[in-house]
């Protein structure tokens, strides 16, 4: 195996590799489960393929608990072919920008002209957000410091996340709400101040992922979904410490509609 210095040949490989031991030709659909979001995976199809994504080449293995780093090809009940990444890389894990953007990229190469991007997040906007509640993301404000592109190639991002795609999960749950995520590079949570800030800056929600895969997958030419599921009122807001263990059960609490809603949004692709 031939493995690539060059991020975007090293996403072409790893999709050839991808097509070969899933056995799919070309994938309609990628889908990224965040943190709380894998218990929702099982409902989006029959698995015809699934093996750790260290197989594929650039694909390190995750390090938080809650991403699983698997891969798993599920064929939808509409007989598309959906790719499903377990479990993401983080930008605080502290590999660089590139690994956190592979997973993208390597979708996109097998096919996908959809990204499904999922996340938990800390809501910024108590009086209207309700913990366990799906918020589908219209924009981002990025103060990660990191960008997947390097060089003098501008790419507009006016519409990162799909106005269609949008209106499609709301033709399945017209109570979606929408909201700005605002991603810091982690990994520890916000300080209240930080929080009273996002609020100011007009955030709704706020978390750790996404915005660097959404620009990677807007780069290589694919329509974004973005969908968060708020696991907690932002640090500060209701006077309680925050936890990752808490993340995670909000997802396992809520991981049947979360998985029905991505199933049916999937079979109206
Ligand atoms: N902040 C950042 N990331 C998060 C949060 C939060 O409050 N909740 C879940 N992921």
Redesign the pocket.
């Known amino acids: 195996m031939i493995v690539s210095n060059d991020p975007y040949a090293l996403a072409a490989e790893a999709a050839v590799a991808l097509r070969e031991l899933a056995g799919v030709d070309a994938f309609e659909v990628a889908l990224v489960m965040g ?1 709380g979001w894998v218990p929702a995976a099982d409902a989006l199809g029959e698995p015809v393929a699934e093996f750790p994504m260290t197989k594929l080449p650039g694909f390190a293995a995750p390090t938080v608990a809650g991403h699983g780093g698997t891969i798993r090809a599920v064929r939808t009940a509409s007989g598309h072919f959906a790719l499903v990444l377990l479990g993401r890389t983080h930008l605080y894990e502290g590999r660089g920008v590139e690994p956190v953007v592979h997973g993208v990229r390597t979708a996109v190469a097998a096919g996908a002209r959809v990204v499904v991007l999922t ?4 809501g910024l906007r108590p009086e209207t957000q309700q913990v366990g509640e799906p918020v589908l993301i219209s924009d981002h404000i990025n103060f990660t410091g990191a960008n997947p592109m390097t060089g003098a190639r501008f790419l507009d991002l006016t519409e990162v996340y799909s106005k269609r795609l949008r209106a499609l999960a709301r033709e399945v749950d017209p109570s979606l709400a929408e909201g700005v995520y605002v991603a ?1 590079r ?1 990994p520890t ?2 300080t209240p101040a930080e929080i009273r800030m996002l609020r100011t800056l007009g955030g709704d929600m ?3 992922s996404t915005v660097l895969e959404a620009i990677a997958a807007r780069e290589a030419g694919s329509e974004v979904l973005g969908v968060s599921l708020v ?2 009122p ?2 500060g807001l209701v006077g309680k410490p ?1 936890n990752h263990e808490e ?1 995670l059960e909000v997802g396992r609490a809520t991981a049947a509609r979360m998985g029905g809603l991505l199933a049916k949004v999937v079979d109206k692709l």
């Open positions: 943190s996340n938990a997040a800390g810091f982690g949570y916000e706020v978390g750790m696991t907690n932002g640090a925050l993340v």
